[in-house]
């Protein structure tokens, strides 16, 4: 069975939210586990091995500032040793972000996860979901927020994370993980 690894930072607890869909999805399909990037940004070793080790990695952080936080930032730059072993070149990859506003510059969190794992040669799996773009579409449809590259959700600023992100991004998370882990099994089977 395939091992996936989902690498993630949360300040707050809405992208915790986000990352447990998507391991649901991934379980569904695949071996898959957990992991925080803790509030220092400094992972641990098991992280790293098991990362090494796995078929894919799946990374997730909240869109602060129109980007990663710097947690997430610090971990991504300590993996530059393994960029340069090439260490996970070749491993499916993909990812997520969640904030507060309907776009946010989510986009440009998508499109660094994209630039970091392609630096790394992984090979990066978009959401194919269909956009909830229609007139009575809502946020408890999935993929409201209408990505391509990866999952997206939204989380207003004053919602607790027993509040958001919401259904219809929890339902485009987890069916993100679970299209990943199906990639991941075939890649792996090769
Ligand atoms: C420092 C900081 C910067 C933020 N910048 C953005 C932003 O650029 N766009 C946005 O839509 N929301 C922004 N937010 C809101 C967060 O993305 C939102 O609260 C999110 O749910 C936090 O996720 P977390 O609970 O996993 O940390 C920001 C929040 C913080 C704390």
Redesign the pocket.
């Known amino acids: 069975m395939a091992r996936i690894e989902i690498i993630y930072f949360?300040?707050?607890?809405?992208?915790?939210k986000q990352a447990q869909a998507v391991l649901d999805g991934a379980q569904s399909k695949a071996d898959a586990r957990l992991w925080a990037v803790p509030d220092d940004g400094v992972v641990s070793d098991a992280l790293w091995a098991a990362a090494d080790a796995a078929d894919a990695l799946i990374f997730g952080a909240?869109?602060?500032?129109?980007g990663v936080p710097w947690q997430f930032k610090r971990f991504i730059d300590a993996s530059s040793g393994r960029w340069q072993e090439r260490k996970w070149a070749s491993k499916i990859t993909g990812g997520f972000t969640?904030?507060?506003?309907a776009v946010?510059?989510k986009g440009e969190t998508m499109n660094y996860l994209r630039t970091f794992t392609g630096q790394h040669g992984m090979l990066w799996v978009p959401l194919n979901q269909a956009p909830a773009n229609m007139l009575n579409s809502g946020p408890d449809d999935r993929n409201f927020a209408g990505g391509s590259s990866g999952a997206l959700a939204i989380?207003p600023?004053d919602a607790r994370?027993d509040q958001a992100p919401g259904k219809g991004d929890l339902q485009s998370a987890h069916d993100y993980g679970a299209y990943i882990a199906g990639i991941a099994q075939l890649h792996a089977a090769r």
Not at 10 to 16: F, K, Q, V
Not at 62 to 66: D, L, R, S
């Open positions: 949360s300040g707050y607890g809405h992208t915790a909240p869109t602060y500032m129109g969640n904030s507060a506003s946010g510059d989380s600023a994370p």
